[in-house]
């Protein structure tokens, strides 16, 4: 844990790449730029309903490239080891830190990715966009052979995985996007994106008190919208496991680790929420969910990456992680987790959370 530790601090201490200034913007609101890389992994290879490029499905010949850090990236992990997709699409993971040039494989022996032998993802994007200009992010695609980046839209990537990869799922991979409950799906997701997901980054990187308290308001009345919800059903549509589940996880798992506080996200931590915080405690003891979590990483990079915020790059030791593995009693609600399928089966090998790092 130490060496990790200062591996993290040394390498965003550079300071001809601070992220200084990144962030926040004085006496504006948080914007997230949402123009991504929008070419699609489809199973023949043909574009999007919207003209999307397209790239045909193949095993072997992707790398997906997620930190384990990042909410977003998380997302793409938990779905593809639900979906048993990792023989199909190797995963690479850089460092929980980066600088203003991009996340790096600083983790990694010889500080380079095992397979696509780049020290940054910001490698991979200029092979394929020399000068890129926008927002280089995880989780990024890579085409091994050319080493190019295919796509970062992280909303579609996962919702290809469950479509577009289907041939490569394992035997009892759940329905994470059923055809039926997509609409609804889709209308829970829209939500919880706006005002959730991006709403505590909304909170964190207010740039006035104005902006601030508005995200703040905002924020708050989804969560109550959610703790409704959430009080009378198991999932968040239908009674199993949905993609949906999915992207609110990720956030809520982060939220007493560093949105709380980090972000002042402050109104009440996730564990004095009663129907969320069984919700999350269900999930993280759900295999795919809790077995991607690395606690150390999550904190390490929000409060050593956001120098705007946390200008002393301080790591809190807290919270007290022993809560994620207590009982739920979720199951009284009924659903069926995997739906007609299985759980996953073992972390693989090399891809587990690092002893300390998670609950435990």
Partial sequence: MTSVFRAAADHSSDPGFSTKGSYVTGGE???RDTNYIEDR???DGA???NGEPGWPVEAGRYRLIAARACPWANRTVIVRRLLGLEDAISLGQPGPTHDARSWSFDLDRGGVDLVLGIERIQDAYFKRFPG???GITVPAIVDVRSGGVVTNNFPQITLDFSTEWAAFHRPGAPEL???????????VNKRVFTEVNNGVYRCGFAGSQDAYDAAYTRLWTA?????????GQRYLVGDTITEADVRLFTTLVRFDAVYHGHFKCNRQKLSEMPALWAYARDLFQTPGFGDTIDFVQIKQHYYIVHED???TGIVPQGPDLAGWLTGHGR????GRPFGAGTAPGPVRSGEEVAAGHGAR
């Fill in 29 to 31: 609101e948080f914007s």
């Fill in 41 to 43: 992994i489809t199973r």
């Fill in 47 to 49: 574009p999007g309903r």
């Fill in 132 to 134: 890129y200009p926008r």
């Fill in 177 to 187: 996007y059923p055809a039926h409950l997509r609409t609804e799906i889709d209308e």
């Fill in 223 to 231: 969560l109550d919208w959610l703790e409704e919800r959430l009080a």
């Fill in 309 to 311: 915020i946390n200008p």
């Fill in 331 to 334: 199951e009284a609600l009924g």
